[in-house]
């Protein structure tokens, strides 16, 4: 059972481009959160998501922000126009559902994303 | 909203020493508090749980404690190896919170 995958691992950006990045939950997980790690600092919620529903973007700047879980095909966490503060770690996790018992999360191994 | 408080920032112990990791929470109806350890450049990795039907639970040298009346539970590392080296941070959620809120972390150094 492969685990949450997320891609590219390794981003660049200069400021004003459009970042991309992908989670795959792990296998029979329909819930993703994204996380925003500063360095030195903790996990940051930004955004929770079920197949092709938002349920709490309460985390999330709502601007150049978004993000998505279609019905086919991985999470995306979009960003626009980056700026240099947008430079961190991100990280998706997964669940089975968002219900007692079967709310335990699994991280993926994260996008570092690099604004120059 | 909850907020968690995580004491202390960094912690160092002698190999073999034990270490102890408080979270303090706000909301009451908390009632999941997961504990994960990174190391560096590495992604959270889930080491230890606790829901609020019980006070204790152990897994080898890892334990956690839960003090529902006081709002706060613990992460105890016994025997401590030079691999436990990590930061480690607590996390709560409740039922009807869709998410976890997690401490500052706790950045724990094994000197052997």
């Known amino acids: 059972n492969a685990g949450v995958m997320q891609n590219p691992r390794h981003l660049v950006r200069r400021r004003g481009q459009e970042a991309r990045l992908r989670c795959s939950p792990m296998?029979?997980?329909?819930?993703v959160y994204w996380y925003r790690q500063l360095p030195e600092e903790g996990l940051k919620f930004m955004v929770y998501?079920?197949?092709?529903?938002?349920?709490?973007e309460s985390g999330m700047p709502k601007e150049r922000f978004s993000a998505e879980f279609p019905k086919e095909g991985p999470s995306i966490l979009r960003i626009q126009q980056v700026v240099r503060g947008d430079s961190a770690a991100y990280f998706c996790?997964?669940?089975?559902?968002?219900?007692?018992?079967?709310?335990?999360?699994?991280f993926g191994p994260g996008t570092r994303l690099t604004v120059l | 909203g909850e907020n968690v408080e995580q004491h202390p920032s960094t912690l160092s112990v002698q190999e073999g020493d034990s270490a102890v990791i408080k979270c303090t929470y706000s909301?009451?109806?908390?009632?999941?508090f997961p504990w994960y350890k990174q190391e560096l450049g590495k992604r959270p990795q889930l080491i230890i749980d606790?829901?609020?039907?019980?006070g204790e639970k152990k897994d080898q040298r890892i334990a956690v404690t839960l003090n529902k009346t006081a709002k706060h539970f613990s992460l105890h590392i016994t025997e401590t190896q030079p691999e436990d080296s990590a930061v480690y941070f607590c996390?709560?959620?409740?039922?009807?919170?869709?998410?976890?809120?997690f401490g500052p972390g706790t950045r724990l150094s094994v000197l052997p």
């Open positions: 909301d009451s109806a908390s009632n999941y």
């Open positions: 296998k029979g997980h329909s819930h």
């Open positions: 998501l079920q197949k092709e529903n938002i349920i709490d």
């Open positions: 996390a709560a959620k409740h039922n009807y919170g869709q998410n976890f809120v």
């Open positions: 606790i829901r609020s039907n019980v």
């Open positions: 996790a997964s669940s089975v559902t968002g219900v007692v018992g079967t709310d335990t999360q699994y």
